[in-house]
């Protein structure tokens, strides 16, 4: 069983900066995704960021102005946010993906708000 801890969202202005962190219970393979997904009020969950070996990906939206890092050794993965903008409010949930011989098993944190708004 994999628990996922988030902290670092709040309240900031358009333009601002956040950054929110995520640390795992127990070793979290390399060669797993660790991610940040975020839902919106009446929006589905959607992808934000992930990272696999160093390798990353970005939904469309957060590309040049989110950065996402990981810390093998301290089971944490992080989100820098930058040039915040109102639609960027959701709430923001850390992910790993376990895979398994004929599936995959997703784990959640229990999510952290980030409000942009002046």
């Known amino acids: 069983q994999v628990q996922l801890v988030e902290s670092g969202g709040g309240l900031v202005q358009p333009g601002g900066s956040l950054r929110l962190s995520c640390v795992a219970s127990?070793?979290?393979?390399?060669?797993?995704?660790m991610g940040w997904y975020r839902q919106a009020p009446g929006k589905e969950r959607e992808l934000v960021a992930t990272i696999r070996l160093g390798l990353t990906t970005y939904a469309e939206s957060v590309k040049d102005r989110f950065t996402i890092s990981r810390d093998n050794a301290k089971n944490t993965v992080r989100l820098q946010m930058n040039s915040l903008k109102p639609e960027d409010t959701a709430v923001y949930y850390c992910n790993t993906r376990w895979p398994y011989s004929n599936y995959t098993l997703d784990y959640w944190g229990q999510g952290t708000q980030v409000t942009v708004s002046s």
């Open positions: 127990g070793n979290i393979p390399r060669n797993y995704d």
